[in-house]
Nanobody, 124 residues
């Protein structure tokens, strides 16, 4: 089992950058595939980015491709989401998720563990 704690959210202006972090507990972090999802008010939770256990495979939603980058540091039990060129439509609560059976899935049901989320607000 793994516990996830996100941090790094905040209020920024359009065009700014933020880096989100997700710290995981447990000694088996390096065996989990990880992902970031986001949920804006009144909308479904949507996939943002994912990364496999060794960091060699990543996927990004079309809406963030070229602006966001996911990475991980298994020595620090942490996964990151670097967000550049933020837009007002990127505003949401961002959630970190983990799975023991990584397939690059973009579906929430494929992920076993979730953090509590961190708020990102982007002003225009």
């Amino acid at each position: 089992q793994v516990q996830l704690v996100e941090s790094g959210g905040g209020l920024v202006q359009a065009g700014d950058s933020l880096r989100l972090s997700c710290a995981a507990s447990g000694r088996t972090f390096s065996s989990y595939g990880m992902a970031w999802f986001r949920q804006a008010p009144g909308k479904e939770r949507e996939f943002v980015s994912s990364i496999n256990s060794n960091g060699g495979i990543t996927y990004h939603a079309d809406s963030v491709k070229g602006r966001f980058a996911i990475s991980r540091d298994n020595a620090k039990n942490t996964v990151y989401l670097q967000m550049n060129g933020l837009k007002p439509e990127d505003a949401a609560v961002y959630y970190c998720a983990a799975t023991t059976n990584y397939s690059g899935s973009r579906y929430t049901k494929q992920y076993d563990y979730w953090g509590q989320g961190t708020q990102v607000t982007v002003s225009s």
